[in-house]
């Protein structure tokens, strides 16, 4: 992996935005005039789409300055806000959210207790926090211990990570994001045409490959790669038992509620 951040816009925004956007979709169900905290916030998109489902303010918070720079300036608006802060520790923001979302950061943080903990006691007594994270089920096997994904501290399979929410929530639901069968089967066929034009033309797809000597994106047959482009559809988020009716599961999705005393939770 070379890319962890979804950026609109970006080569890398047709392979990752449907799967990101996805899990922001799912969480608008939640927020309907909610103080919502999107803790990761990245590119700053997500706030946009939760502050369009209905939620009544939205607070981004990211580890990196770059990032908050950009996404305030292209999404920041009335409603919106977004703030650099530490995601294990979350001191810039008060409490009394009523939903956090957090996608796709925790498996970066090197203390993910920390961070559950900090979203729990921040929450309100009836709020929801929105969490997911890769399958290690679905992930490259480990080296020497450690995730192949250089970008991971963590990775969880689905029961370990439903462990861990639940030492900080009393309530847990699982969700599963899966890769849809049809996503799967054009993936396998637009590897296949390639496949098959290499037997037949083989002296004139090695030209075809690097041409035209522009960057690897611009060439025709890299471009063979958009039969196959993702869409929402692709990435739906499912009840854990009905995952395999959909496809491969991919991602573990926590809707946790009834935050744990602090006190409890350290035990």
Known sequence: MTVERAVPETPEWADLGAAHLARYLMAGEFVAGCRVLDVGS????G???LR????MFVQGVDADPAAVAAAARRFAAAGIAFTVDDCEELRSVDAGWQVITCFEVIEHLRRPESFLMRAAAQLTAD??????????AASPPFVDGRPRNRFHEHE???DDFSALLRRYFHEVEIRVQVESTALQCRVAAVRALREGLTVSNPLTVFP????????KADRAWTRLAGLAAPGLADFPIVPAPLAPLYGAPRFTIGVCRQPVPITEATR
Do not use: E
Request: glycine share 12%.
């Open 208 to 215: 075809w490959r690097k041409w035209p000597f522009q960057r």
């Open 47 to 49: 706030a946009a789409v």
């Open 52 to 55: 369009s489902a209905g939620a």
């Open 42 to 45: 990245g590119a700053g998109y």
């Open 156 to 158: 969880w399979y689905r």
């Open 127 to 136: 709020g929801v926090l929105v969490v997911s994270t890769p399958d290690r």
